[in-house]
């Protein structure tokens, strides 16, 4: 094992991560013991509910037993996330070593494994797919969204080059919404926290007709923000959050069924540019009378932070069955339009002083076909066909600056179009009863094109002037070995490539065609899945070469403040995860996971860094080299472990649950620069249910601890700009269902 890896065993944080793998070995230790209990107690009535609820998922296209399938995979109910107190996609970090969930200003961009993107021009994909019902998500914008009536959520880490490829050098986030059912049932909640934050949320489901039954979801939260606006004493960053998603299911007969879901939210977020520059540093300070917050949640900006996003989309599920196998077809939809207003000096000033005002909007359509096949002699296949229309346009991003006057003051209208195109299959075939090999390929081909003009403010621009536009092309393959300890145990090799396309820099147009060139990721994965008793459990051991990596930064392009892209040349990332579950008897259960991670540039001689100036006026961008540094959102450790607890009490049910989560330090610019320190959070809930009654009481807390979380980082010429996640939050509940 590399020498680096004594970090963690020299470092201070080394105490916090040998409790949590002893809470995991106590697990396994319990588990013999509750297997022997539960061997003597065969005839007990109570047996079945002693045992865990076996998990299914569909990571390889097709429903099968999580332990069953070679890749690290989390998956976490919809039941589970409620519980934990899950609102919204930024959330899934708490409960999934190894995920980060962070943003740019308002644009959202997943990590996994040291895996993740940098590019937030707009037509620019994350390099964590993430996907709703089978539905491509390319938009960074619209990447934060509620979760009112999620099934369950399946995170896919490590590159999934060959079933899901584009863009999923990371891996994939599936999020699966509750289909409709025959019979007539739903769920209303409603919730009343400290900020004023407000939620109410509702599900209704049952039949339509012979074969055809609907369901309806609704949500809608609203909050005064948490951060406190210095000038005039009152709460800033307020949250107002509506989603309504209907569905209707036709099954004309047993073999086939086609789902149709079309859905609406709009989201208005301030919390994302509520910020404040970071330890004072911000070119403000230089202006006579200039205010701004010198600590976390204080603000001073002019005009009001604002994040308004719309998005919108439907899709169409068809399933045949056949006695060969079941054909899938997908089609897809989904577009959005977003309205932003940054201060990029975080501060207050007597002239109006860098401000971007941004306006945007996106659009895909997406299908996919394909065909998995039932096991026949031990061999069964899926292929399938892919095909992907988007664009993102700015119109326009505007950009003013009154200090020094006439600094500039321009409009980008530019326009990025993407097609993307792929033919993909895998085998699996069963060598013997205990001996299965996998192989896979997929072929891909992307065009993309810039259109578009930097232009004075108020100028007429021309979108069809095109800047530039190319093509790549990619065969990346996978290949897993997996081996039968046990019916229950399974050993698993597996190795897999990872592509994303190149992209161009939409946030100007002037040199022309800016872009990067595509990134690539060579994964190798071993590890361990399986049950015992009333465990279950998985180990995972990685090494990926990670080459051509996209990366941004913030500089002076023809005299202008913008955003500029580059390559990265290589990164070598490796580590480990543990993940345990235990399900002791029908009152309590724990589950732990653990991820320790490397992830640093091998070869990354000149970097865009951005450096302060000194005297808290800003920085300035400089190239340096920082090979061996580590990449961004990457902390070396995540521990997550969570325990619940039922009873009967006062004539009803009293549910007692809890989650603690911990992260190292990790890095949010590539210069290493701007960190946010490790932290540990605490989050419970105490509910309890009437005997034979629909309704449930709860009272909840979110980061008991009161950490101080960064949630987003600028960090630009003009500023150091964070903001941060919400600090202690609490409140009460009511569930209903019926």
Not at 110 to 137: E, K
Not at 330 to 335: A, E, N, P, S, V
Not at 672 to 696: E, K, L
């Amino acid at each position: 094992m590399p020498g680096n890896w004594g970090v963690f065993v020299e470092s201070q944080r080394t105490g916090l991560l040998l409790t949590a793998i002893g809470a995991s070995l106590t697990l396994f230790a319990a588990s013999c013991f509750a297997q022997e209990a539960s061997s003597a107690a065969k005839g007990d009535a109570d047996q079945a509910s002693d045992e865990m609820e076996e998990v299914i998922v569909t990571a390889q296209k097709r429903e099968e037993r999580l332990r069953d399938v070679p890749l690290s995979i989390t998956a976490i109910s919809g039941d589970q996330l409620a519980a934990d107190g899950i609102s919204d996609t930024r959330d899934l970090s708490f409960v999934t070593p190894g995920l980060r969930v962070d943003r740019a200003a308002a644009f959202t961009e997943p990590a996994i494994r040291g895996i993740s993107t940098q590019l937030t021009p707009i037509g620019n994909d994350s390099n964590v797919a993430m996907y709703l019902d089978g539905v491509y998500q390319a938009s960074q914008a619209d990447a934060t969204f509620d979760l009112p009536d999620v099934q369950r959520v399946e995170v896919l880490k490590g590159p999934q080059g060959t079933l899901f490829g584009r863009n999923a050098t990371g891996g994939a986030i599936q999020v699966f919404t509750l289909d409709p059912q025959q019979t007539f049932n739903g769920k209303l909640s409603a919730s009343y926290g400290n900020f004023n934050d407000t939620m109410f949320s509702g599900f209704v489901t049952g039949p339509m007709a012979p074969g055809v039954s609907a369901s309806l979801s609704g949500y809608f939260r609203e909050n005064d923000g948490y951060d406190h606006n210095i000038l005039d004493g009152k709460p800033i960053g307020a949250l107002d959050s509506r989603l309504v998603r209907g569905k209707v299911l036709i099954e004309p007969t047993d073999a086939l069924s086609i789902l149709a879901t079309a859905y609406y939210s709009r989201r208005e977020d301030g919390s994302a540019y509520a910020g404040s520059p970071l330890d004072g540093n911000t070119e403000a300070s230089t202006v006579p009378g200039a205010v701004y917050g010198l600590k976390p949640f204080d603000v001073a900006l002019r005009y009001p932070p604002t994040f308004d996003l719309t998005s919108y989309g439907g899709s169409v599920k068809a399933t045949l069955n056949t006695a060969a196998g079941t054909l899938t077809s997908i089609t897809g939809y989904t577009g959005d339009r977003f309205y932003a207003v940054l201060e990029a000096d975080y501060a207050y000033t007597p002239d109006v002083g860098a401000v971007y005002y941004t306006s945007g909007k996106e659009s895909a359509f997406s299908e996919e076909i394909n065909f998995a096949s039932n096991t026949f002699g031990g061999f069964s296949y899926i292929a399938g066909l892919y095909y992907n229309d988007s664009y993102g346009l700015y119109d326009p991003n505007h950009l003013t600056n009154s200090y020094p006057p006439g600094a500039y003051n321009l409009d980008v209208d530019a326009k990025q179009s993407a097609r993307a195109g792929a033919a993909f299959g895998e085998a699996t075939y069963a060598v013997t009863d205990k001996f299965k090999i996998v192989g896979g390929l997929r072929y891909s081909i992307e065009t993309r094109e810039l259109t578009g003009q930097t232009v004075p403010a108020g100028a007429q621009a021309n979108l069809d002037s095109v800047v530039g536009s190319f093509n790549n092309d990619k065969l990346t393959p996978r290949a897993s070995l997996e081996y039968a300890l046990t019916e229950d145990k399974n050993l698993y090799f597996t190795y897999s490539k990872g592509f994303k396309s190149g992209a161009f820099n939409t946030n100007v147009t002037s040199p022309p065609g800016q872009r990067v060139a595509p990134e690539n990721v060579t994964a190798y994965e071993v590890g361990v899945k399986g049950k015992s008793g009333p465990l279950d459990f998985s180990a995972a051991a990685f090494y990926y070469d990670y080459s051509d990596i996209q990366v941004s930064a913030f500089g002076l392009v023809n005299g202008i403040l913008i955003s500029t892209i580059q390559n990265a040349a290589a990164a070598r990332i490796y580590g480990s995860e543990l993940n345990a579950a235990i399900h002791l008897n029908r009152h309590f259960s724990v589950s732990t996971g653990i991820s320790l991670l490397s992830a640093k540039y091998t070869s990354f001689p000149a970097a865009s860094v951005t450096v302060p100036i000194g005297g808290d006026v800003g920085n300035s961008t400089i190239l340096e080299n920082m090979s061996g540094k580590e990449l961004v959102k990457a902390p070396e450790a995540t521990v997550s472990a969570s325990a619940a607890y039922v009873t009967e009490f006062a004539g009803g049910n009293l549910d007692l649950s809890g989650t603690l989560y911990y992260s190292d330090r990790y890095f949010f610019d590539s210069g290493d620069r701007i960190s946010q320190p490790s932290y540990t959070t605490v989050d419970a809930r105490i509910g309890w249910s009437p005997n034979n009654s629909p309704w449930t009481f709860s009272v909840y807390g979110r980061n008991l601890t009161n950490q101080t979380i960064i949630q987003s980082a600028l960090t630009t010429t003009t500023a150091d700009g964070v903001s941060y996640a919400p600090p202690r939050v609490y409140g009460g509940r009511v569930d209903f269902r019926f």
